[in-house]
DNA sequence: ATTGAATATGAAAACCATTATCAATAACGG
DNA sequence: CCGTTATTGATAATGGTTTTCATATTCAAT
């Protein structure tokens, strides 16, 4: 359909072929414009830049593609109460940080923190030790969200 | 279509009178439904437990209603990551106590807790101003769920 | 208790993000 | 280059939620 991509072998690569899957360009692509985004997109907003490059790659791919991502444990999936998921990069994929969100109820902005994360993390982890032993139930990850409204919000409500 | 329930003066009476809303017999119905479980009941959950004492009461008025109780603050709206919107009442409400979640991502079970909740509280509040300052952000509220796998999915996997 | 205006409801259809189907295509070891 | 098999794209289906609109109910004023 198209030829392979010219980039130099991606850091992806390994993590691929590793787990017996195939490197296709429509994942490659997903990757890379997960890769040059700050923002949290749709699956919509990833098929329309991958769109702009391949348009022959489908809603559907994108779809299965980020399933994989998530299973792979290379892109965390959020529900921010807008109807849609919203996609990211994992952390330590691409540098990205371990952070946590604020959503506004009223606009849907969402602003990624890293600020208070080290007091965070370490009250985390005790709860999740004791919520371990209390509940012997065995905590694999977390989701932290604050909402309200951002500083725009406060002034047009 | 039927008479009015024969209770005493709910204790809600006042909330949706105060709030220019009309105290209806599926309202009723939905609050009891609601104020009975401990449990994280769907739309249909309780449409159906409804439609055992009411059967002419439809989902559609169920979603109209639980919309309604969560823009009146009586309900708090949760997504655990099955595909369905989960209800209970807020706390303060029927002497409900502020609570978090364990949520298994293996048989969906869902655990309210309120150990450590004294010190995450804390630590919220300390966040929360913080993130105020930092980004002129006013927030509202939070959301804190810990994935992972209960007692019985740890030994069943 | 009756009335009437405004709110609330139910049945059905519409919505829309996500998934399933399935024939065609592309990736890659040999 | 070939053959096997994973992957893909177009399309249809799914299913929770929302919209529509005619009818019923609530409740304040009679
Ligand atoms: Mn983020
Ligand atoms: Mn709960
Ligand atoms: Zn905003
Ligand atoms: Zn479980």
Redesign the interface.
């Known amino acids: 359909m198209f030829n392979r991509m010219q980039n130099q072998i991606p850091w992806w690569h390994g993590r691929f072929r590793g787990g017996g899957y195939r490197l296709t360009v429509a994942r490659q692509a997903i990757l890379n414009v997960l890769g040059k985004s700050d923002k949290h997109l749709s699956a919509e907003d990833i098929y329309l830049a991958v769109h702009k490059v391949y348009p022959a790659i489908g809603l559907t791919t994108v779809y299965r593609t980020l399933e994989l991502l998530v299973q792979m444990k290379m892109v965390f999936k959020f529900?921010f109460?807008d109807k849609r998921a919203r996609y990211e990069l994992a952390e330590g994929v691409q540098g990205t940080k371990h952070h946590h969100h604020?959503v506004?109820?009223a606009c849907g902005r969402i602003?990624n923190?890293t600020?208070?994360i080290d007091?965070?993390i370490e009250?985390l982890n005790?709860?999740?030790k004791?919520?371990q032993e209390?509940?012997?139930?065995?905590?694999?990850?977390?989701?932290?969200?604050?909402?309200?409204?951002?500083?725009k919000c406060?002034k047009n409500g």
Chains 1, 2 share one sequence.
Do not use: A, R, V
């Open positions: 529900d109460g604020l506004c109820s602003i923190y600020d208070f007091k965070e009250l005790q709860t999740e004791g919520l209390k509940f012997n139930f065995k905590i694999t990850n977390h989701i932290i969200q604050f909402y309200g409204l951002c500083d406060q």
